[in-house]
């Protein structure tokens, strides 16, 4: 499930190198263009999931998996082959639309064999080796670009999926037995949606990662620009990315552990708090827009990452705990409301991170407060439902 999921984000961490030279190649002039390359994969990915997800309930996961990899392989053809940024933009989105495929049934696959708190700590997991891979994928596109060109990070990107396929075809049974799927019918999703939307938590639980994950994508996209422009740490780049990332994993990796303990819930509350808290706090210090010196950037960032990598898994295990019985279409509904949430919410931010950081940490803060305020606000309500039961 981890590899499964790996290949999302080795197409997305591996790109970021080489975004100044496909820009030069595809006659970019504009340098905040280069956030599209990003944010618009993750715009296919909240499509395909929508597809995908349903599709999974009636056919079985594994074959759809196969099916959405072939749709990534076609899209990745097309990002090599074109000359034009239009298209490459295109290809990024029908990219993140195959994948949307092992990404959102990854997850589908883990709560059919698990539940409740221990499907967090499962899920803890298989993120902590997702958010591993953006530890050395820079690092690797910043291989392949001073060798090679940008186009071999394409092509090795096909290859490890396919390596990931022959081992997922190999090894992993299906766990949809055909005795449990849903037929497909016009009104599956529909009815999906309805059951989906009677349980509040899942939806509360699903709009906070949409906000988590938009605050989150805003560094994706600009943390190039960031180190390379505003700081002139083009080389540095992939090491210090690199660094940060191991913030998430080592986050993750303490979740998976504690989670059992303490619970989701509070663990996901006690890290939106902290969120809140580091951000508003760089927006107090730095309020003036001058950036801070690269040591300081880098420890608020990772300080902001760790409380970011107690979120991630939980946010999702939160949301999907009530809806196992529909997890194909619970999956599908969760990931694409919180990825088409996401792509805006970066898309607005990113535009202003042009020559400080302040944007960015006010996005974490605003993403954070609502986030904070919305879990409490669940809490209230479900203890108000309590009371007028009793």
Known sequence: MASLMAIVALSIDALLPALPD???????????????????????????????????????RKPIIYTGFILFVIASIVCVMTNSFEMMIFGRILQGVGLAAPRTISISMVRDTYSGDYMARVMSIVVMVFILVPVVAPTIGQFLITFFDWHSIFNLNLIYGCLVMFWFWKKQPETLPENKRTKLSVGLFVNGTKEFLKHQSAIVYTLISG????????????????????????????????????????????????????????????????????????????????????????????????????????????????????????????????????????????????????????????????????????????????????
């Open 211 to 390: 906000f988590i994950t938009g605050s989150f994508m805003v560094y994706l996209s600009t943390s190039q620009q960031i180190f390379e422009h505003q700081y002139k740490l083009a080389d540095l780049f992939p090491y210090i990315f690199a660094s940060l990332a191991i913030s998430i994993g080592f986050a993750t990796f303490l979740n998976s552990a504690l989670v059992v303990r303490f619970g989701m819930k509070k663990i996901a509350k006690t890290a939106a708090i902290a969120f809140c808290a580091i951000s508003i706090f760089y927006v107090i210090l730095f309020h003036n827009g001058t950036n801070p010196d690269l040591s300081v950037l880098v420890m608020f960032f990772a300080l902001q990452f760790i409380a970011i990598g107690f979120l991630f898994g939980n946010l999702r295990s939160l949301a999907m705990e009530p809806v196992g019985h529909i997890a194909g279409v619970g999956a599908a509904i969760n990931g694409f409301v919180s990825t088409i949430m996401a792509v805006p919410i970066a898309n607005f931010i990113g535009s202003y991170v042009t020559d400080s950081v302040l944007p960015l940490f006010i996005g974490f803060s605003v993403c954070g407060v609502i986030s904070v305020l919305m879990m409490f606000l669940v809490k209230q309500k479900t203890a108000s439902s309590i009371e007028e039961t009793v």
């Open 22 to 60: 496909i820009a030069n190649d595809l006659n970019v002039t504009d340098v905040s263009k280069n956030q599209l390359l990003i944010t618009m994969i993750f715009l296919g990915l909240g499509i395909g999931q929508l597809i995908f997800g349903p599709l999974s309930d009636s056919f079985g």
